[in-house]
């Protein structure tokens, strides 16, 4: 006679279990979309500023690369919502929740993206000195270990096995 292991984890159906999900999942994108906005939102306006004019052409062009990542960003952490209320009520909320996962991912690289580029070009008009793509690297491996090494550490360290 074998002896019944008891259940780890939720009793949820898979629609119960995909409700879930997306609230945790719209509460994470909002704290990113509110960054990426408000990101975006500055460089929008360094244009129109009068040193823009006097910036190398290196530095314009990183510039743009920026502008275009942000809003690159910008879209994929919005596309969730987009993708809420245009399937809304027909029955496919785990699939959706596992694009909009999926787009949240695209958009939290598009941001590291983004928000690289945008270190690089203000240290590099803030400064000329030889050390700048040397910090920029420090503080995208910093955010590499905060978005992504401790997560994926955390997650292998602490994800029950099927069989535990």
């Known amino acids: 006679m074998t002896q019944a292991v008891p259940r780890r984890g939720r009793n ?15 509460q994470e994108v909002r704290v990113a979309q509110t960054g990426v906005q408000i990101l975006f939102g500055f460089l929008l306006t360094v244009v129109f500023q ?3 004019a006097r910036l190398s052409d290196t530095d314009q062009h990183i510039y743009i690369v920026t502008v275009v990542l942000g809003a690159c960003a910008t879209g994929a952490l919005i596309g969730p919502v987009s993708l809420h209320r245009l399937v809304a009520g027909r029955r496919v909320k785990p699939r959706a929740v596992r694009l909009a996962s999926r787009m949240t991912n695209v958009g939290l690289v598009l941001l590291l993206a983004t928000m ?3 270190l690089l070009l203000i240290l590099r008009v803030a400064t000329q000195d030889g050390y700048v793509p040397w910090l920029v690297a420090v503080v995208v491996a910093w955010y590499l270990v905060c978005w992504y090494g401790l997560p994926l550490w955390a ?6 096995r099927p069989d535990d």
Not at 12 to 26: F, K, N, S
């Open 116 to 118: 690289t580029s945008s």
């Open 50 to 52: 009068p040193k823009f």
């Open 12 to 26: 949820e159906t898979e629609e119960e279990r995909a409700d879930r999900m997306w609230g945790d999942l719209i």
């Open 155 to 160: 997650r292998s360290r602490h994800t029950s």
